[in-house]
Structure formats: C-alpha cells, structure tokens
C-alpha cells in the first residue's frame, strides 16, 4: 500500500468543464464532491432575496454570518450534495442568470471567503474529496497531492456554458453571456483575496479540445501515481 489517496483540488474559470469533470471524477473514485461555487452562489441569493446591495460589504458580511450556508452530501441527488442558506435548501435558484452576474462581488469579500473556506476545509477533514473552485489549490487545500487547473478558450467555455443554461431552459444571448464571463475571469483573476490562478505544482489542462472522460483519465492518472 502506498500513500492513501486525500484529496484533489481542481481550479478553473467558469466553463472550463471543472465541475462536470470534478463530478466524474468523484464517482470513479467513489469519494466526496464539492462545488464551492455554489457555496458562494448560495451568498449572492440571500443577497438578492432580501434586497441587501452585493456593494454593501459589511452588510453583505453580516448577511453571509447570518444565514450560514450549509453542505449536506447526497449521493442519490445528481449533484452529490445539496446546498442550504439557513434551512431552506437552494437548488436551481443557485444558478440563475442574476445571481452569475452578482456572486463574483460576494465572492471578493475576505471575511465571505473566511467563512467558505473554514466550512470547506471542515469538510476535507471528515475525508477524502474532489473540491472544485477557483482558490482550492492555491488556499483552501494547498497540501492536496493531486491539484489540477483546468482552462479552455473563452469560445469554447461560452460554448458550453450556452449548452448548459439550454439545458435549464434558460435563454441568453451569446455575445452578452460572452462579455458576461469575460468580465467575471478579471474580477476573479484580479481581485486582491484568493485571485484565481493555478497553484505552483499545478497540473494545467487545457480541456478546450478535449472531451470529459479524456480529462478526468488525465486527472485519475495523477491519482494513480501519488498512491502508488
Ligand atoms: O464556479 P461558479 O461559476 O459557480 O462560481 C461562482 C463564483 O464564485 C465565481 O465568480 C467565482 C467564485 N468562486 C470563488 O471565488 N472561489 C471558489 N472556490 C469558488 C467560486
């Protein structure tokens, strides 16, 4: 036996296939999923629910410390885990049109980020998991031994985010979802707490001419070689 096999953080932009690989990915190897995104997602629809300005950070603090987001794991549920503001479970709310175009601002606030990580950093402790997020190699879990940031062209990740909210039945226009996501890599890649950007011993996978078994072979590869 070799080194047990812990935890794998998976880093990337919006519709870079992080989450749908991090899933697969999860179920190969029969652990834990955790999209951390909808953890922040689950701030920015209390935010919007009760009227308090995404601009406001003290009061979006004093929001996020009031309705503690909740993570309940369930392997039956297409996601493998189900998200709750206070008791209220938050499902398709958490990826509304309106709610993408805020979380990014949530998602800058240092003591919104303290209050994610130290719920995301519980979790790992309970056991192993496949974290998805944009800070999880570089913050949350830096001494994971498998950490993966996972890119793609802006086309191809407005391609499939396209594909994704029609599948929800949401209907966007192109070039608008196109500016939209351009906008939200800066906030995340620029901004002062937790900037989006691959950890130092990072594997970088470019999954734009890729498809999701290929990636998640590349990744469970990486797995394989640490526990040997
Ligand atoms: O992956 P997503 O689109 O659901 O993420 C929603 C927002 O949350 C996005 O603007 C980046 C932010 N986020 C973050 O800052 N840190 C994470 N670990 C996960 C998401």
Same mark, same amino acid.
């Given at each position: 036996?070799?080194?047990?096999?812990?935890h794998?953080?998976?880093?990337?932009?919006?519709?870079?296939?992080?989450?749908?690989?991090?899933?697969?990915?999860?179920?190969?190897?029969?652990?834990l999923?955790l999209?951390t995104?909808?953890m922040?997602?689950?701030?920015?629809?209390?935010?919007?629910?009760?009227?308090?300005?995404?601009?406001?950070?003290?009061? /979006?603090?004093?929001?996020?410390?009031?309705?503690?987001?909740?993570v309940?794991h369930?392997?039956?549920?297409? !996601?493998?885990f189900? /998200?709750?503001?206070?008791?209220?479970?938050?499902?398709?709310?958490?990826?509304?049109?309106?709610?993408?175009?805020?979380?990014?601002?949530?998602?800058?606030?240092?003591?919104?980020?303290?209050?994610?990580?130290e719920r995301q950093r519980a979790i790992a402790a309970e056991g192993?998991v496949?974290m998805?997020?944009?800070?999880?190699?570089?913050?949350v879990?830096?001494?994971?031994?498998?950490? +993966?940031?996972?890119?793609? =062209?802006?086309?191809?990740?407005?391609?499939?985010?396209?594909? !994704?909210?029609?599948?929800?039945?949401?209907?966007? !226009?192109?070039?608008?979802?196109?500016?939209?996501?351009?906008?939200?890599?800066?906030?995340?890649?620029?901004?002062?707490?937790?900037?989006?950007?691959?950890?130092?011993?990072?594997?970088?996978?470019?999954? =734009?001419?890729?498809?999701?078994? !290929?990636?998640?072979?590349? /990744?469970?590869?990486? +797995?394989?070689?640490?526990?040997?």
């Amino acid at each position: 036996m070799g080194r047990p096999f812990a935890h794998v953080a998976i880093d990337g932009p919006a519709g870079s296939g992080k989450t749908t690989v991090a899933r697969a990915l999860a179920r190969r190897l029969h652990v834990l999923y955790l999209d951390t995104g909808a953890m922040y997602r689950a701030v920015a629809v209390a935010a919007l629910r009760q009227g308090v300005p995404v601009d406001d950070e003290a009061a /979006i603090v004093r929001l996020a410390r009031a309705h503690p987001v909740r993570v309940e794991h369930d392997p039956h549920s297409d !996601e493998g885990f189900r /998200i709750f503001s206070g008791s209220e479970e938050l499902g398709a709310a958490l990826y509304g049109n309106e709610v993408s175009t805020v979380v990014s601002a949530v998602a800058a606030y240092a003591a919104v980020r303290g209050l994610m990580v130290e719920r995301q950093r519980a979790i790992a402790a309970e056991g192993p998991v496949v974290m998805a997020g944009r800070d999880i190699g570089t913050v949350v879990l830096p001494g994971a031994p498998v950490k +993966v940031f996972l890119t793609a =062209s802006l086309d191809v990740r407005v391609a499939r985010r396209l594909a !994704e909210l029609a599948e929800r039945g949401t209907v966007v !226009e192109p070039g608008e979802l196109r500016a939209q996501m351009a906008e939200r890599d800066a906030l995340d890649e620029n901004r002062p707490v937790a900037p989006l950007r691959p950890a130092a011993d990072a594997l970088l996978i470019d999954s =734009s001419d890729l498809g999701v078994d !290929e990636v998640v072979g590349l /990744i469970a590869a990486a +797995v394989e070689a640490v526990r040997a």
